[in-house]
């Protein structure tokens, strides 16, 4: 089994920026890929950004440029540095992770409020 634990949300004015972490523990043999998505208030759960195996990076064209999605191997964190933040960002952000035999895994959500 495999448990992700999220930090970093919060309140935050327009224009700042916030660092989203998620830490992965457990059963953890070969991670596949580590994405964010966020939901927002009668909106669908979208997909942010995502981060695979070898390094490379995805991201939803509303967030590119402002989004950054890194990833520590060893402390098996994926984090997701938020500048620039726009009121349309506020929902819950939750991570993801999937295995290298495709079983999926999500974090609690950690809440992001931009707002003056």
């Known amino acids: 089994q495999v448990q992700l634990a999220e930090s970093g949300g919060g309140l935050v004015q327009p224009g700042g920026s916030l660092r989203l972490s998620c830490a992965a523990s457990g059963s953890i043999f070969s991670i596949r890929v580590m994405r964010w998505y966020r939901q927002a208030p009668g909106k669908e759960r979208e997909l942010v950004a995502g981060i695979n195996s070898y390094g490379s990076t995805n991201y939803v064209d509303s967030v590119k440029g402002r989004f950054t999605i890194s990833r520590d191997h060893a402390k098996n964190t994926v984090y997701l540095q938020m500048n620039s933040l726009k009121p349309e960002d506020t929902a819950i952000y939750y991570c993801?992770?999937?295995?290298?035999?495709?079983?999926?895994?999500w974090g609690q959500g950690t809440q992001v409020t931009v707002s003056s």
């Open positions: 993801y992770l999937e295995t290298a035999r495709r079983n999926g895994y």
